[in-house]
């Protein structure tokens, strides 16, 4: 928790530097780049730097956990804290990062609120910098710790490479030498490792799409603006060797007998689908709703396999959306208010960020707990920031 001396002062300043958080991190990644260019190589991502996106994300999450100790006293944000440990924990950050973190963030907040900055602020915002870094550094350690193996980056095969849908393809990996490899849970994603056409290494993380376990099977939309699909649809090959990580990502199926929603708009099928494969390979007795939406049928990544998982499962039902409808699917974009929920759901939600918005807020007018709904974003959060 903050000191009795920092509490008043960050109370105090939490509005002007939470005004300003969004013009201070653009400076601190510009400081943070100039001296340590490798970062941008194997790390952090060139594409959400030049959208803003991590800028965002960042700046949220600080301003948050500042809030939070603010008006929750005696706690931590546990659900922001474990989103963003298994997010660096599948990128490999390391506890000196957090010191050169430390450096450039407070020389960037120095130069922004110079008419205003006095020891006495700095120091308190010190505080919160550090008990939200050592607290995802003890939450990273223990992440590590349980991995079956003690390596950030292993190499697997490509043992196959198969379409799936219009613009999507299926990734299935197999181990390409003899490390540990750890059981992945329904609902988890792996960080892929790929070199660019001018030498550049990006990092991306795709949900495993297949079984959970040991196997890894990934399934990605080309986005023929960005740097890594591009290349693995269109250079990667069969036989050829990428770099993963271990997996990570704590949006995973909870244990119980209460219904399961699995709601997806798009590639957000992902998770999704690994999530019901799950429940298929155990037989569960535990009624499922599967809900998708999709522009058009082709489009539909996993649809053989989501389709025959229904049908494994006796309480299993599938709801579908087309913004080009065929028959046995509902018309234009998915609403709540058109599905007879079942009581005491547990909600798993992933696709595009206003898709999550609108059924998550329809959700919760349904009378689904907060508590309840589990969501997944691709690329960084800038909702759970904000």
């Known amino acids: 928790m903050l000191s009795d001396k920092s509490f008043p002062v960050i109370e105090a300043t939490l509005p002007l530097v939470g005004s300003r958080i969004g013009d201070i991190t653009p400076k601190f990644y510009a400081r943070l780049f100039a001296a340590h260019p490798e970062l941008l190589d194997g790390l952090f991502s060139r594409s959400n730097q030049r959208s803003g996106d991590q800028q965002q994300a960042l700046a949220g999450s600080i301003a948050a956990f500042a809030s939070h100790l603010v008006n929750n006293p005696g706690t931590l944000p546990e659900t922001v804290l474990s989103r963003i440990a298994h997010r660096h924990a599948s990128l490999g950050i390391t506890e000196p990062q957090y010191q050169v973190v430390y450096e450039h963030l407070f020389a960037a907040i120095a130069e922004d609120l110079a008419e205003v900055i006095t020891p006495e602020i700095a120091e308190a915002w010190t505080e919160v910098y550090w008990l939200m870094a050592d607290a995802l550094i003890k939450l990273e350690k223990g992440l590590y710790a ?5 390596k950030m980056w292993t190499p697997w095969r490509v043992a196959a490479k198969t379409p799936a849908g219009i613009g999507s393809m299926t990734f299935t990996l197999a181990p390409a030498d003899d490390t540990p490899v750890t059981e992945a849970l329904p609902g988890q994603y792996v960080s892929v490792k790929v070199t660019l056409p001018d030498g550049l290494r990006q990092v991306r993380q795709y949900s495993l799409s297949g079984d959970a376990g040991t196997r ?17 649809h269109n250079t990667v090959q069969v036989g050829d060797i990428l770099e993963i990580s271990n997996p990570y990502g704590e949006i995973v199926l909870k244990e119980g007998n209460n219904p399961v929603i699995l709601a997806s708009a798009g590639i957000g099928c992902t998770p999704t689908a690994s999530i019901l494969r799950s429940l298929a390979e155990t037989g569960t007795d535990r009624q499922v709703l599967v809900l998708h ?42 609403s709540l208010r058109e599905v007879d929920l079942p009581a005491d759901a547990s909600l798993y939600l992933c696709g595009p960020l206003p898709f999550m918005k609108h059924i998550r807020n329809e959700a919760i007018n349904a009378g689904i707990p907060a508590t309840k709904i589990h969501y997944e974003v691709f690329g960084p959060d800038i909702w759970l920031a904000n």
């Open 146 to 150: 349980a991995q079956a193996n003690g």
């Open 216 to 232: 890894r099977s990934f399934t990605t939309k080309i986005d023929d603006g960005g740097e890594v699909s591009p290349v693995l």
């Open 293 to 334: 939406a999709e522009s058009t049928l082709d489009s539909w990544a996993l649809r053989s396999q989501m389709t025959d998982d229904v049908e494994r499962l006796d309480g299993a039902e599938l709801q579908l959306w087309l913004e080009e409808p065929q028959s046995g699917s509902k018309a234009g974009f998915m």
